[in-house]
T-cell receptor, first 115, second 111 residues
Framework: EAEVAQSPRYKITEKSQAVAFWCDPISGHATLYWYRQILGQGPELLVQ????????DSQLPKDRFSAERLKGVDSTLKIQPAELGDSAMYLC?????????????FGPGTRLTVL | DAKTTQPTSMDCAEGRAANLPCNHS???????VYWYRQIHSQGPQYIIHGLKNNETNEMASLIITEDRKSSTLILPHATLRDTAVYYC????????????FGTGTRLQVFP
């Protein structure tokens, strides 16, 4: 069964360093989402792509976070510089495009610890 | 903000039905009720969704009240592997509308 792939699974970094996360969605899925999940809370949407275009990045802290999906397939989320408060699970999800009422398929996530 | 209210935690004996309630009193006519669950250290997993009719699939049943202000997710025969956080989410009609997660219900299934 096709799955959303994410790497790395775990990342430890020091504050002020740059970090990057990678996501490979299920083949053919046009919509891609990045979520952040702080311990004890539900996931919060950071950015949504439709193919290579950003649909919603209203919750993305643009002074330090950036996301791209250059060819409309895989995606990278970057944080520069990382802050202590960025410690969280970063989840990627994908969904087939053009159809209504579809489920989102989530990857296993990248757990970031900022020291 | 999440548009749903769920109990923080629930317990259920293995083999018994788990009934997870959700209030969504401000749901509008074109919004669906979705349920996802998240097993520890994994990404969320879709369970089921519905508009106004009751729905059933291989994982669960979804019962939505006639006024659509609340719903119940039913796991008919809970197993230890059903221990997870369950999220009830109200989502717009468009399939690409974003999911807004609350804090969910932590279901503990015990032997």
């Amino acid at each position: 069964e096709a799955e959303v792939a994410q790497s790395p699974r775990y990342k430890i970094t020091e504050k002020s360093q740059a970090v990057a996360f990678w996501c490979d969605p299920i083949s053919g899925h046009a919509t891609l989402y990045w979520y952040r999940q702080i311990l004890g809370q539900g996931p919060e949407l950071l950015v949504q792509f439709q193919d290579e275009s950003v649909v919603d990045d209203s919750q993305l802290p643009k002074d330090r976070f950036s996301a791209e999906r250059l060819k409309g397939v895989d995606s990278t989320l970057k944080i520069q510089p990382a802050e202590l408060g960025d410690s969280a699970m970063y989840l990627c999800a994908s969904q087939p495009g053009g159809a209504a009422y579809n489920e989102q398929f989530f990857g296993p996530g990248t757990r970031l610890t900022v020291l | 903000d999440a548009k749903t209210t769920q109990p923080t935690s629930m317990d259920c004996a293995e083999g018994r039905a788990a009934n997870l309630p959700c209030n969504h009193s401000t749901i509008s006519g074109n919004e669906y009720v979705y349920w996802y669950r998240q097993i520890h250290s994994q990404g969320p997993q879709y369970i089921i969704h519905g508009l106004k009719n009751n729905e059933t699939n291989e994982m669960a049943s979804l019962i939505i009240t006639e006024d659509r202000k609340s719903s119940t997710l039913i796991l008919p025969h809970a197993t230890l592997r059903d221990t997870a956080v369950y999220y009830c989410i109200v989502r717009g009609r468009l399939g690409t509308d974003k999911l807004i997660f609350g804090t969910g219900t932590r279901l503990q299934v015990f032997p």
